[in-house]
């Protein structure tokens, strides 16, 4: 069918792609002309056919709830716009309320799969009324995996569900990671273990732990033994941090997730103001001499 | 080849078996004897023709120990025993030592894959000298998952190396359990959520956090949706204890795996000692109301 | 001085009464007539001689945003209120603007001391003008502790600054008392231990670990040897998780913060189902037994 | 009364002087020549009147078990031995023993209070036998602080007890450490507030979380604002690390403590190596850049 896309970044533009080669005709805007179909937001909405239906793919918050707002101006009542990116769930109602005053219908979809996307497929959340999501279905099939659809698509209820699982999805991820990451180095620090990445490999078939991301940290071993050339330095991009702020609203215990959180805080400081007041703490009990900083 | 297999238990059992189907000739000793196919320890060792290799799965500890030290008795120099029980690490070099002096070989391994393994194989992390490990191939080549050798099996390192790396894959275990956890109460918690399965379900394609685990999940929820039949309390066997023991040995950090340990601690308590002392002090400083035990 | 209090619940009665022990003339209004001076906000207004001084000691909320509307309406220009109730500090900017466009100061209170502030004094962190915060020194004067002024009083910073502070105080406040509370489990566990009240008791002077909330301990330790009366469910009264998503805004890792509020979540669950969910997933790959729920 | 102590270092030198302050004849060993009042052990022995009471303050560990074994040669029956070190409890049994085949008694004490011992007086937790305890009574009297009795001093029960209860201690106050740190680290992330160590301060009287450690940091921080001259690389002098095991031996949870052990850890990483494997894997699935270790 045929869609328009706006915002083809890292994500959009690996996804303009394989919708493409699915057969689908899509329109892509963004401000970068050189990859930019159309020139602009109100030149997208003219070269699609009534009703549209147009996928959102840009940064999440502001820029998102502009995007929204300005395809509210363009399109029309019995149009559709999707919101794939990673905007927090509580933006979704908003965003559908502001489209619906248009009769436009809204769709949110969190989408995971990052790089690998293109070629594996998209595993996808999506929220919305039944009838907004089956007029959208062809598209979410050709992004979704191969395989059986409820392994890789999920309808997971109203407006805003789609972008919560998602969310949910981000906050086990970083626990995830933790997790593999604190034996990793229990691996690396253990004289009896000869090499950690044949270990990590090794769990790629018949283990507990295998995963996807357990062969990624093995690749990632493999390309770099030691990890010597990478920092712990690591950002976050907001879902972890929603993740635990809703688990606070819902009285939901998270602390594996909220630990992998603040472990990712304190990577980004250069010392932590917490263990400096504990050393200065234990030097003023007990003698105990503290190193300078430098 | 020909082995002797003491301990036919859950693992065990399925171990011959799956032995057998590879053209092993297995001879299992069990203190049950309606499974067992000889009677005694000696009897196994009689019934084999040296150089003998011996597997022991035995329950960890003081029983994995003592059938060692018995093995030492009925076996002669040049064979071999590998213990593929759930010892710790700590164990392995003893074991090793108390065979030694009589000639006998030793090899740890770590068996990950509980009751999939007969029909999925069993991912294996074995420890000991080369030529041992070598000796033992080809029933390592049964036992194991098919496909790439190194995505099921890895030669760790010395004596202990199978098994400690075994306890660091448990310790993450503990850790992926506790983090999809967390994740399946929050999306049960929120109303917007239509079927927290149908959600982990389809996160088994294309998404970041598709795991073996993910998909046990989706399983269990499918058969008891909410889980209301399973209560929360949980054992632990030992390696998440002895994880979190050797990371402090080894200085290394380990709050999610060591978290989710306590968990389970707390999973199977009436109630928590360290809550009542909470409630206690706050009903002191602020006289706010405590609810009576029952 | 004089001054008007709004809200006589546990904190706002013993509060009017150290005031006035202390000298001052406070009328207090309650909706509660039998223990209200004046029958109406308005007769509040009344009865006090510009320009006034206002203290709101009411739930934390949509209650104290009411009543400083309700003020707004009642005061005049050159009038102050004081919040002293455990208002989020974001609560602070929005009723000082409300009250500013009348001409009316602004001062943010937190209080710590709880029952016990009638006798020993409540602990003041302040938030506002130095102007402002000046004219209510008197007041601050009679309800702090006796010793020096900075032992027991501070002026934080702007308005919002003083229940920032006691925000941080509460969130502290949750570590201590899970530090000693893991403590006492570990002593109550072990049978070296005689008598952990014995223990806790003895701490109180010459330790490091010596406090208030150490002596609390062990007063409800005495009063009640085992906690065989309490249950160990733990509300919480809001600054412990508000405390946690400033953290997460701040971009500060507060594990031991975070840690002791997801523990009052869990203690007031029947059973978690975090731990239902590892139960199963244990039980899917490794034949575990589980408990039946009841 | 007449007693020996071996060990003059930070804690026993200062306990020498308190105590011959109180009025006890001391007579102190160590290694140091220039600071002891006897050259040797035997020495030691011989100055001292049958029956004898000597008090062991050397590191914990080999030196400690290693002078226990000396004593064991110079002393005789009836004499009593109190090991007043950081010994881990679990030693306690065996120096018991092998001081009780020669007749010796021996009693171990935990001993808080570290520099500020010999003016405030040290807060004492002992094991061993009532008979050994009251004997050394008028010892634990001058070093304990003034005041009653049981605020400063336990006999917590049999051998070992003693070193168990101040363990726990050591553990409790890991993590008081590292609650008021993160709350530091709060009030110095948030520019409301004008200076973290005048809100510290104040909550030295009044306030819920009023304690030793929190005047100690006020005064830490008052000597070093923004503690720049510090560095968070903390050491851990084994109590924490036993704490953990201990828990974990007795199926206790403690994640405050267990988190604020590996915050010590962490402190002392140049990197994270798990934080390196996080930012890896991140880079893996989502092609998020990476920071360069330089």
């Given at each position: 069918m045929q869609l328009g896309l706006v915002g083809l970044g890292k994500m959009g533009f690996n996804m303009r792609e394989r919708l493409r080669r699915g057969g689908h005709e899509v329109i892509g805007y963004d401000t970068r002309?050189?990859?930019?179909?159309?020139?602009?937001?109100?030149?997208?909405?003219?070269?699609?056919?009534?009703?549209?239906?147009?996928w959102v793919m840009v940064p999440s918050g502001a820029i998102t709830?502009?995007?929204?707002?300005?395809?509210?101006?363009?399109?029309?009542?019995?149009?559709?716009?999707?919101?794939?990116?990673?905007?927090?769930?509580?933006?979704?109602?908003?965003?559908?309320?502001?489209?619906?005053?248009?009769?436009?219908?809204?769709?949110?979809?969190?989408?995971?799969g990052g790089v690998w996307g293109l070629t594996e497929g998209y595993g996808l959340m999506v929220g919305g009324s039944d009838e907004d999501v089956a007029r959208a279905m062809p598209i979410f099939d050709t992004l979704r995996p191969e395989g059986a659809l409820e392994?890789?698509?999920?309808?997971?209820?109203?407006?805003?569900?789609?972008?919560?699982?998602?969310?949910?999805?981000?906050?086990?991820?970083?626990?995830?990671?933790?997790?593999?990451?604190?034996?990793?180095?229990?691996?690396?620090?253990?004289?009896?273990?000869?090499?950690?990445?044949?270990?990590?490999?090794?769990?790629?078939?018949?283990?507990?732990?295998?995963?996807?991301?357990?062969?990624?940290?093995?690749?990632?071993?493999k390309e770099d033994p030691g990890l010597g050339g990478i920092s712990g330095y690591t950002e976050d991009s907001g879902e972890g941090r929603w993740t635990v702020e809703e688990a606070i609203r819902l009285r939901v215990p998270v602390p594996t997730i909220a630990g992998s959180l603040f472990d990712r805080f304190r990577s980004r400081q250069d010392d932590s103001p917490t263990m400096k007041a504990v050393a200065a703490l234990r030097n003023q009990f007990g003698g105990h001499s503290v190193k300078s900083s430098q």
């Open positions: 002309a050189e990859i930019s179909d159309v020139s602009t937001l109100t030149a997208l909405a003219e070269s699609l056919s009534a009703p549209r239906i147009v709830t502009e995007t929204i707002r300005s395809l509210a101006d363009v399109l029309s009542a019995g149009d559709l716009v999707i919101d794939g990116g990673n905007s927090r769930y509580t933006d979704d109602l908003p965003h559908a309320e502001l489209l619906g005053k248009k009769g436009i219908g809204y769709v949110d979809a969190g989408v995971s392994d890789g698509f999920v309808h997971a209820g109203p407006v805003g569900a789609g972008h919560f699982t998602k969310m949910v999805h981000n906050g086990i991820e970083y626990a995830l990671m933790t997790a593999y990451s604190e034996g990793y180095e229990m691996l690396a620090a253990e004289d009896l273990v000869r090499d950690p990445q044949a270990v990590i490999q090794a769990w790629s078939n018949g283990t507990v732990v295998r995963s996807w991301l357990q062969q990624l940290l093995a690749k990632a071993l």
